[in-house]
């Protein structure tokens, strides 16, 4: 892989449908996942900064937010119940993620790598960030389970459930919030979202 191959191979989120081993309506590509959470990275970062008083960057919240998802073009989008079967597979999958990091990077050319390192290898700086970021993902992936239920499709139920709790098991008050006021939204149709 060369010095200028990122971009084409960070172009290919948009080939990687997310939730393999469930039966979908509508498939959903990494992708769009990706925009979505950094949209919601950014509304939890305005929500801590305007409602609980925080002084996040919400453009780095986003950024982190559209990146997260990038080393699955190498590792692919991993089921969960695969990724944390055990203790030793959790390990390997994090080896295998920091690799597929690594070779991403290396295709970046030296004098732009420095801008884009940061946004792949945690900072402590970054922290409060990564954790909205950290929610963002399990929002729009409680989202699509809600999208899906009201497909008619059951097959999400027990996932919706489960990110349910691990959102709530986050204690990130910007998600709590997020959770009361904004997904009831997600219930209504399109005709009640324009009334």
Known sequence: MG???????ASRTKYINRWALMRNTRYETLSEHSAEVAQLSFALAAIGNERLGKAYNYERAALLGLFHDVPEIITGDLPTPVKYYSK???SAYKTVEKDAVNQLLSMLPKDILPEYEPLFKKRDEDNALWLLVKAADKISAYIKCI??????????SE?????????????CDEAAIFMTDFIPSYEKTLDQLKN
């Open 88 to 90: 030793e597979t959790k």
């Open 147 to 156: 999208e899906e239920r009201k497909a008619g499709n059951g097959e999400f």
């Open 159 to 171: 996932a919706e459930k489960s990110l349910h709790a691990a959102i709530n098991e986050l204690n």
């Open 3 to 9: 010095k200028n191959d990122f971009f084409a191979f």
